[in-house]
């Protein structure tokens, strides 16, 4: 029986591929034949990390015209092109902000049923399943799309990424041209500015990508220092409540919550942090939740995997300082 196509959308093709992306790979296998998408020209790195992930087919878009691809009705009619070329089954894309628009473009373009932030994948039967939690944490439903084409967009940490157990020896690449509609084209990207990771932590994963999720509040009292500390020995991301952002404390970009980021880390540790709806509504999907607050009786302890009691200019750099220590004993053996 021939595996169906299952189309996997590139971020950033032109550099490398990211996390979100290779779990993507590793979700698109389990279901078919994993095609590879790319809007940009892809780098040599990222065509041997395909390989790696068993991709044997790589489809380059090629934007006619001054239009920008980083405008989504472009890009959703690129993907519409491509869905036709390969006849897939399935697109997958990260949960960003951009892709979930192109992502629903896409879908009222092709007819085809749509999933945003699900964390799960796969076929039952002929149908495209996939689960999600919503209202804050307080539902969790499973969706099955019924339609010739599904469109989903993955929430980040779903799955560890794998390689595959054969790796891909060759890619076929296929170039195609894409001429956008007068619709696609009647907005005009002006400028686009890509932000650093928060705090001047140049060397952390993007908020919603991240395995690990470092989120401070108010009682940090403003001083972010060991947030950022023990996020950096984790090799994680900085987060932070409505109440640190309102105060100034730090960047929207940090916010995580309803009317922020919504993450699904592996490991998320909160610090600080009371616990509050709209705050649970953006993390409650983490894997492990630890919480570190003074208050014995913060509603956050309600629905940590594990809790400390304990004032966190304390608590947080002995953590840290801990695992420096195991890291570097790993180092000696």
Excluded at 246 to 269: F, K, L, M, N, S
């Amino acid at each position: 029986m021939t595996q169906p196509n299952v189309l996997v959308l590139l971020d950033t093709p032109e550099a490398e591929l990211r996390s979100a992306a290779k779990e993507l790979l590793t979700l698109a296998r389990g279901i078919g034949n994993p095609v590879a998408v790319a809007l940009a020209e892809p780098s040599e790195t990222t065509v041997e990390q395909l390989k790696e992930y068993g991709v044997a087919q790589l489809l380059v878009a090629h934007i006619q015209g001054e239009t920008s691809v980083h405008l989504s009705p472009v890009a959703a009619e690129a993907l519409a092109l491509a869905v036709e070329k390969i006849q897939a089954r399935a697109v997958l894309a990260s949960p960003t902000f951009e892709n979930k628009e192109i992502a629903a473009r896409l879908a009222y373009a092709i007819g085809a049923g749509l999933v945003i932030d699900t964390v799960t994948v796969g076929l039952e039967g002929s149908d495209f399943i996939g689960y999600k939690r919503v209202f804050a944490g307080a539902w969790d439903i499973d969706c099955k799309i019924t339609t010739p084409v599904a469109v989903a967009t993955v929430r980040a940490n779903a799955v560890v990424p794998t390689p595959a157990e054969t790796p891909a020896q060759t890619i076929v690449r296929e170039d195609y041209d894409v001429q956008p509609s007068e619709l696609a084209q009647s907005v005009v990207l002006v400028s686009r500015t890509e932000h650093p990771p928060i705090a001047g932590g140049t060397g952390r994963p993007k908020l919603a990508e991240a395995a690990y999720v470092v989120a401070g509040g108010r009682g940090t009292g403003g001083d972010f220092g060991p947030v950022e500390e023990l996020a950096d020995v984790l090799g994680g991301a900085v987060g932070a409540t409505r109440d640190a952002v309102d105060e100034g404390w730090i960047e929207h970009d940090a916010q995580i919550g309803q009317t922020g980021v919504t993450v699904a880390p592996r490991v998320y540790i909160g610090a600080g942090i009371s616990g509050a709806p709209h705050h649970r509504g953006g993390m409650q999907a983490s894997g492990v939740i630890i919480a570190v607050n003074s208050d014995a009786d913060a509603p956050i302890f309600e629905i940590s995997d594990f809790g400390v009691v304990g004032e966190l200019a304390d608590v947080l750099p002995q953590a840290a300082q801990a695992i420096r220590e195991y890291k570097a004993s790993q180092y000696d053996i």
